[in-house]
């Protein structure tokens, strides 16, 4: 009786371990393509909240970690009350990293928000904005551009032909005439 008693504790404790190194198995997680995780964060409708990190608990099917595919990039740009009926789809849009000076890539509107954001008017209540998202035309296979980079986004409104492009601080009014500063002979 002792020798069956010591097999069936032995045969329970081999149970235990296989099911400890099967959990084990169960825990290990692949990537299904090459690139940089970001821990997801616990929370995040209250301010961000905090990272995943070793000993946070952790709930069935919360999001632990994020791949973020950076191989086709894209801005959020926001864009002033004042300004949004002029912004729509597929407009084309030119984009300047401060990382890359000099550099310009192309892009166009992919979507603009149909109502403001919400916490636009938290410090500036008489500002809203709108959030407006360009898709750059070109791929990022090398992994230059990162996210949350800081870029400078023009959107193309319209086109006017035979004119001379200048920039929009070189423009005065005087009442209702506007003109710009030539310099001449």
Known sequence: SDLDSREKEFNLAKERLENIERQIKSAVILAPTPGTVVYARIDRNRGGGEAVREGVQVRERQELIILP???KMRCLVKVQEAQVDKVARNQPAFVTVEAFQGEVFTGRVTSVAPVADSNSGWMTSDR???T???ELDSDNPDGR??????ANVTIMIDTVKNTLPIPLQAVFRDRSVNY????AA
């Open 69 to 71: 595919d950076t191989t």
């Open 132 to 134: 407006t998202n360009v």
């Open 145 to 150: 551009l990162r996210s949350r980079m800081a």
């Open 128 to 130: 809203k904005v709108y």
């Open 180 to 183: 710009v500063w030539k310099q």
